[in-house]
C-alpha cells in the first residue's frame, strides 16, 4: 500500500476544517506558517535529500494554498452586497439543484442551492446562498434555471461559504436550464412515470432513490425503516452506484475486444454522464473523484492503487467544495474506502481459509468492514446506532448491483421517445423485472428497521 497521497490529504482535511470553523485571521495566519514550512523544507532539502522532506513541503504546501485560497472565499463572501442586505430584496438566481423537499410532507416546503446573481437593479458577483420556499411553486424547476423571486435575506449558516439564506416566494422564469439538465429532468421524469406504471406505490417510489439519488417519492415510513436499518446509503447516490455502473460499463466493452485504452476513455464518459445524471451534489462528485481517477490510472495503463486514489480524490473534492471537510457524509464514505481497501480482503481471506464461498466471502467482509468502522462516526452524528445494519446490508447486498444496473438501463431506455411509446415500453418491462428485487429490499427494511430496538440511543 502507498500511504504518501494520505498524508496530504488529511493535511488538506485538516486545514480546511479549520478555516471554515475559525474567523478569517486564523485562516491567513494558517497560510503564513505553512509557506514558511514549505520553504524551510525546500532548502533544507539541499542538505537532508528530498527523500526525506519532500512530503513535508508537498504537505505544507498543499496547506498554505488551501488556506490562502479558503480565506480569499471568505472575505469575498463577507463583501458581497447581499451579506449588507437586511429584510426583502427582488434577486434573480439560478438553481444549482433540484428543489428538495424538507420537513414534514404536510408542511410542502423545498430547499435548494442558488447562485444570486443580481439584487434589484444591481448586478453582482454570481454567490451561492441556502433558499427555502413552498414546494408547490418551486418544485419541479431544473438546475440550469434562472428565476427572479422576491427574497427574505438573512444571515447564512454558521461554516459554511454561502453569503446568506433567503426564503422566496413564487418565481418568475427568465430563462430555460442548458440542455444537459433538460435531458437529465427528462430522464428522471421518464423513470419516475414506468416505475409507477410498472410497481407499486412503495417500489415506485423507492426506485429513483436507488437509481439516481432521486428520494423525492420515498415514503416517510419506509425512509424512517431505511435509516433504522442502516441503509439509508443506498437512496443517495455514493462510490457504489458509481462502480456498479462504471465497473457494467467496462465489464461490457471489454467483453467485446475494446481495449484498455478506449475502454478508460467509455469509463470517464459514462462518470461524466453519471453525474450530469444524478446532479453534482457532494457525494456525486466524491463519488465521481475516485472513479476517475482510478480510470484515468487504467488509462495510463499502470494499475490503480486503491490509497493514492483515495487521497487525491479527498484533496480534489475539499478543494473544489471546502464544505466537504465539515459533512458527515464525506467523513463516513472516506472512512468506508479505507476500511474496505485495508481490511476487508484480510477477512475475505479469513473467510475463505473457514471455506466460505468465495463470492459471499467479499460480500461478507465489504459489508462488515465499512459497518464496523463507520458506526462510530454515525454515533458521534445521531446519537444511534443500528443494531441491525451489518445483517440488513448482508441481506440487501445481492439484489443491490441488479437494481443500479437494470434500473439505470430503463433510466436511459424510457427517455427514447413518447411517455407511451416503444421505449417507455421496454423500460417499463425492466422496471417490472425489477419488483422482486425491490420487494426483498423493502421487506428487509421493514423486518429489521420496523422494531423500536433496531436503533438504540447512544447518547442524547
Known amino acids: 500500500m502507498d500511504f504518501r497521497l494520505l498524508v496530504p490529504a488529511v493535511v488538506v482535511w485538516s486545514v480546511t476544517a479549520c478555516g471554515l470553523m475559525a474567523p478569517v485571521g486564523v485562516g491567513v495566519g494558517m497560510a503564513i506558517v505553512a509557506s514558511l514550512v514549505a520553504v524551510v523544507g525546500v532548502v533544507g532539502s539541499r542538505r537532508f535529500g528530498w527523500e526525506m522532506v519532500g512530503l513535508v513541503v508537498v504537505g505544507a504546501g498543499l496547506a498554505a494554498a488551501c488556506a490562502a485560497s479558503l480565506a480569499l472565499r471568505q472575505e469575498a463572501r463577507a463583501d458581497h452586497p447581499l451579506a449588507h442586505v437586511s429584510g426583502k430584496a427582488t434577486a434573480v438566481m439560478t438553481l444549482r439543484s433540484d428543489p428538495t423537499p424538507i420537513g414534514p410532507a404536510r408542511q410542502g416546503r423545498i430547499r435548494v442551492r442558488v447562485d444570486v446573481e443580481q439584487i434589484g437593479g444591481q448586478r453582482v458577483t454570481s ?13 419541479g424547476l431544473l438546475p440550469g434555471q434562472r428565476v427572479v423571486a422576491v427574497v427574505k435575506v438573512r444571515p447564512p449558516p454558521s461554516r459554511t461559504l454561502l453569503v446568506a439564506s433567503l426564503t422566496a416566494s413564487t418565481p418568475k422564469l427568465i430563462g430555460g436550464p442548458p440542455a444537459y439538465q433538460r435531458v437529465a429532468g427528462s430522464i428522471r421524469q421518464r423513470l419516475q412515470l414506468v416505475a409507477t406504471r410498472g410497481l407499486d406505490p412503495e417500489a415506485a417510489g423507492l426506485l429513483p432513490g436507488l437509481v439516481l439519488g432521486d428520494e423525492s417519492g420515498v415514503h416517510e415510513d419506509l425512509r424512517d425503516d431505511f435509516r433504522a436499518a442502516g441503509l439509508s446509503h443506498l437512496t443517495a447516490v455514493s462510490g457504489a452506484n458509481f462502480a456498479i455502473v462504471c465497473g457494467a460499463a ?28 444524478v446532479r453534482p451534489t457532494p457525494s456525486v462528485l466524491r463519488a465521481a473523484l475516485m472513479g476517475a481517477v482510478g480510470v484515468l490510472a487504467l488509462f495510463a495503463s499502470r494499475r490503480s492503487q486503491s490509497m493514492p486514489a483515495l487521497g487525491a480524490a479527498v484533496i480534489g473534492g475539499l478543494l473544489w467544495w471546502p464544505e466537504l471537510a465539515l459533512q458527515p457524509g464525506f467523513a463516513l464514505s472516506v472512512a468506508a474506502t479505507c476500511a474496505i481497501v485495508l481490511w476487508a480482503p484480510r477477512l475475505r481471506d479469513r473467510l475463505r481459509g473457514w471455506r466460505c464461498p468465495p463470492g459471499l466471502a467479499e460480500v461478507i467482509a465489504m459489508a462488515v468492514t465499512a459497518q464496523v468502522v463507520t458506526a462510530p462516526i454515525v454515533v458521534l ?19 443491490v448491483a441488479v437494481i443500479s444496473v437494470v434500473g439505470t438501463v430503463a433510466a436511459l431506455v424510457g427517455a427514447i421517445g413518447p411517455p407511451d411509446g416503444i421505449g417507455a415500453g421496454i423500460a417499463e418491462l425492466l422496471v417490472r423485472a425489477l419488483g422482486p428485487e425491490l420487494w426483498w429490499m423493502i421487506r428487509c427494511a421493514h423486518t429489521l428497521g420496523g422494531p423500536g430496538w433496531a436503533s438504540v440511543e447512544v447518547f442524547g
Open 250 to 277: 467496462l465489464l461490457i466493452v471489454r467483453s467485446i475486444g475494446v481495449p484498455p485504452r478506449a475502454a478508460a476513455v467509455v469509463g470517464l464518459v459514462v462518470i461524466v454522464g453519471f453525474v450530469m445524471l
Open 127 to 139: 454567490a451561492p446562498a441556502d433558499l427555502r420556499a413552498a414546494a408547490r411553486a418551486w418544485s
Open 381 to 399: 452524528v445521531t446519537g444511534q446506532l443500528s443494531v441491525v445494519g451489518i445483517v440488513a446490508n448482508l441481506l440487501v447486498a445481492p439484489v
